[in-house]
């Protein structure tokens, strides 16, 4: 089993005047998380797009879990589970069947419905239709649906889209025991800093669609902890901490299940 679960090779795709991805070579090995981050407008979601065969490359090569990714290459999608922007669940059909449809497109036991349901919490909106949910719960949908068929790979195109701060950390956790109890290898994209410091184990910058840096974690870590040395002033400082205490503070005041002690 190779130990690369994603690469590209020279990966360009070119609209008319616009150069959305270019050059790109990555890696992405079997069972980390691989956090892809980049401004508005860098190139992520078109990369995903070529990964998931959704669009085709000007040129270069694309590799997921071992298949080059040729036009009417679906095969391998079947291993694979993904969340894009366009991902929409039918909204007049509830939660339950929309997952249900999904099992049936994937072949998954009748029992995935109720386990994926349990995983991502949303036993008490199984009932409700999916055009009504909240923007946070439509996410948690969208990720159900990716993960009803246990997929090798997650390909998630800004996964903490529309959540609170205690659903990201939701999401967050539930990806980190995918990877590290189950294997699963996750590609995730996303512009918000603090999503990918947090959970990714790597974590490649994208800009004007080229890849300008690729570090792991601590790496990263490292290189930004001597850089902030250099640039902030102690009152940055101090504000990206408050940031940091409103979250916990936040997460703790609308807690359901309060730890004793807590606020
Ligand atoms: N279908 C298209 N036609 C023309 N230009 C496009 C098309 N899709 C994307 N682009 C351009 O390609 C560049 C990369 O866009 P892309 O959506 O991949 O960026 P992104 O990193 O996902 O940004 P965001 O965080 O805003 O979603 C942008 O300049 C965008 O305007």
Known sequence: MPDTAVSTRALVKRYRGVTAVDSLDLDVRRGEIYGFLGRNGAGKTTTIRMLLGLIRPSSGEVTVLGRRILPGETNVFSRVGFLVETATAYPNLTVRENLDIQRRLTGSPTRTVADSIALLRLGPYADRRAGQLSLGNKQRLALARAL????????????????????IVEIRELLRSLADERGVTVFMSSHI?????????????VHEGRLIEESSRDEFAAKARAFATDAYT????????LTLDLE?????RTDENPKSGDA
């Open 234 to 241: 102690s009152e940055e400082r101090e504000q990206a901490l």
């Open 148 to 167: 009803l068929h246990a997929p090798e790979l997650l390909v998630l195109d800004e996964p903490a889209n529309g959540l609170d701060p205690a659903g």
């Open 248 to 252: 916990r503070y936040f997460l703790a």
């Open 193 to 205: 800093l603090a999503e990918v410091a947090h959970l990714a184990d790597r974590i490649g910058i």
